[in-house]
């Protein structure tokens, strides 16, 4: 099995989150478990039914977390020297050269990415034609409305 590249953001969100579900969220749907079975009948018990596919979800994303944890390799791109390069970690900021629209992106790893904080997937077509380019270096990036280029004007490994 090939190793995932997280950065250390990345792999740390992770470990909050399987250490809540396993904490607070499994102790609390033991409880209504519980609760819900001194309510009688099971079988039309709505409570039940509820908090058993609670507990379903709750194990898989469990399971789900700790597998990605397993097989991940963690990035931390301040220990790594700037060359100026654009890597894995990096946060890069370009132009678009048409429409002179300034944008900063940070490359992270497929479960890290999200757009709405201008992270994306290293795996992302922007990413994959940014990698290895440096500053003033123009990536012609194939985008859902066609070839686009943009201008490299800053890398930081932050």
Do not use: W
Not at 15 to 27: A, D, N, Y
Not at 106 to 111: L, T
Not at 127 to 154: H, Q
């Amino acid at each position: 099995m090939n190793q995932s590249p997280m950065t250390v953001a990345g792999e740390t969100r992770l470990r909050e989150e399987l250490i809540e579900l396993k904490t607070v969220v499994r102790p609390r749907i033991s409880k209504d478990i519980a609760t819900a079975r001194e309510h009688g009948d099971l079988k039309e018990n709505a409570e039940y039914h509820a908090a058993k596919e609670q507990q379903g979800f709750c194990e898989g994303r469990v399971q789900d977390i700790e597998a990605k944890l397993s097989n991940v390799q963690i990035i931390d791109i301040t220990k790594i020297e700037n060359t100026g390069r654009i890597i894995f970690g990096t946060t890069v900021t370009i132009i678009n050269c048409d429409t002179e629209e300034e944008v900063t992106y940070k490359i992270v790893g497929e479960d890290e990415a999200n757009i709405k904080s201008n992270q994306i997937s290293v795996s992302s077509p922007i990413a994959r034609g940014l990698i290895g380019k440096s500053v003033d270096d123009v990536a012609n990036i194939r985008t859902p409305k066609g070839m686009v280029e943009f201008e490299i004007i800053e890398v930081l490994y932050v």
